[in-house]
């Protein structure tokens, strides 16, 4: 298993852990591993998200997934789904931590690519979202442990 899957499913466990559903308030529960397009559901409600965890503070670009899989749902009349964001820095003073909902990932907050003929998926087509400053989004949670 990769660092950054085991990186991107404990994040995943820590929005379980630390958020409830933005809809109801219920819990969230994972979804089996290589669900397409969501990685939690809420226990109660038919809310879906997808989760991404970023070790940096917030910022308006990060990285998605596999592209053809997004590109099947959105030719299928589909809307992006909703995204959950699990932001974890490190200051001089201590660990930072902010998870953001954005409910509506418009089109131009997605960008396609494709990964280097180096890497280890060559030409691999990839996803990831930009200009997440212009979306609207809520703040799950913000918290500061010093040290």
């Known amino acids: 298993m990769t660092n950054n899957k085991l990186k991107g499913d404990e994040g995943e466990k820590e929005v379980r852990e630390k958020v409830k559903c933005p809809n109801c308030g219920n819990r969230l529960v994972s979804l089996p591993s290589g669900f397409p397009m969501f990685d939690v559901q809420c226990s109660r409600c038919m809310f879906r998200a997808q989760i991404k965890t970023v070790n940096s503070s917030p910022r308006n670009s990060i990285f998605g997934a596999g592209w053809d899989i997004y590109e099947k749902v959105l030719k299928a009349g589909y809307l992006s789904p909703p995204l959950i964001l699990n932001f974890k820095w490190k200051t001089k003073d201590g660990l930072c931590q902010e998870i953001r909902f954005y409910p ?18 060559a030409n691999y087509r990839m996803f990831k979202y930009v200009r997440l400053d212009q979306a609207k989004y809520y703040t799950l949670l913000s918290s500061f442990k010093p040290k």
């Open 104 to 121: 509506f990932i418009a089109r131009n907050n997605v960008e396609k690519y494709r990964l280097s003929s180096k890497a280890k998926r």
